[in-house]
């Protein structure tokens, strides 16, 4: 099991940036896939991104693709959401998450079952 905080959320503006961060314990860490998921207000949870154990493949969500970016430190055991060009659409709690699986089939979930979830980030995007 891998115990996950996230943080960097919060307030922008519409076309600014925000950069969440992830910090995992757990020796395990490397081993796992890591990623991010959000839930705005009265919506599911849904799939953001993805990235390998190695760091060599990354997934996105379609709605994300070319604006955000997923990277992953192993030597600091921390993942990063860099998010370019927010929307306000793009307003929910962001959820860090990590599971031995490499993250490709991760834009099925719920169907898929993923290990470990951390308590979440607000980030609010204004117009």
């Known amino acids: 099991q891998v115990h996950l905080v996230e943080s960097g959320g919060g307030l922008v503006q519409a076309g600014g940036s925000l950069r969440l961060s992830c910090a995992a314990s757990g020796r395990s860490f490397r081993n796992y896939a890591m990623g991010w998921f959000r839930q705005a207000p009265g919506k599911g949870r849904e799939f953001v991104s993805a990235?390998?154990?190695?760091?060599?493949?990354?997934y996105y969500a379609a709605s994300v693709k070319g604006r955000f970016s997923i990277t992953r430190d192993n030597a600091k055991n921390t993942v990063y959401l860099q998010m370019n060009g927010l929307k306000p659409e793009d307003t929910a709690a962001y959820y860090c998450?990590?599971?031995?699986?490499?993250?490709?089939?991760?834009?099925?979930?719920?169907?898929?079952?993923?290990?470990?979830w951390g308590q979440g980030t607000q980030v609010t995007v204004s117009s």
């Open positions: 998450t990590a599971d031995p699986s490499d993250g490709s089939t991760w834009y099925r979930y719920p169907s898929v079952d993923l290990a470990s």
């Open positions: 990235i390998s154990w190695s760091g060599g493949s990354t």
